[in-house]
């Protein structure tokens, strides 16, 4: 259905010589963004601490504390992964340390977009089969690959 629309073999691999010696790596998220995620958890974690010392925290529920507790967790764990988190672009594909699986081989890509959003750059590659994959670039290397591939992948007529 959109085989038409992938570049050719000579379009990829100017891409891949374009893009630089690879495998390009770089942090997923700028520096910036993983500092202000930090200092948000920093500050929820004061405040939670505060009201469970304070006497409106003896009054709240068990299964309230728990949840509360359980979701902040859940934000360490996002937190932790945002920091570790990166990004490497090889000749086998584009892949990124994740909760979960995060990875696409350049045969799998039928058109790419690229996102530059204030907080994150983001490369979204969409295949036939299944959800797009969406990768975040903090590194100035890597958002200008992104915006390459999204040139070279881009939906064709």
Known sequence: MFAHQKPSQEEH?????????????????P????????????FIGIQIARTAASPVGQNISPLVAGSIIVCFIGLV???????????????????QSWLG???????DIQF???????????LICFTTRGRPVVFQAGT??????????????????
């Not at 764990?77 to 892949?95: H, K, P």
């Open 13 to 29: 691999a100017q891409l891949l010589q374009e893009i630089g010696p690879l495998p390009l790596k770089g942090m997923a998220w």
């Open 31 to 42: 520096k910036w963004i993983k500092v202000f995620a930090c200092a948000v958890l920093v």
């Open 77 to 95: 764990v996002l937190a932790r992964y945002m920091l570790v988190s990166e990004t490497s672009i090889s000749e086998s594909g584009i892949r």
């Open 101 to 107: 699986r995060r990875e696409i081989a350049w045969e």
């Open 112 to 122: 790419a977009k690229f996102i530059p959003l204030v907080a994150s750059k983001r």
């Open 140 to 157: 100035k290397e890597l958002q200008i690959a992104f915006a390459r591939i999204a040139l070279v992948y881009r939906r064709r007529k």
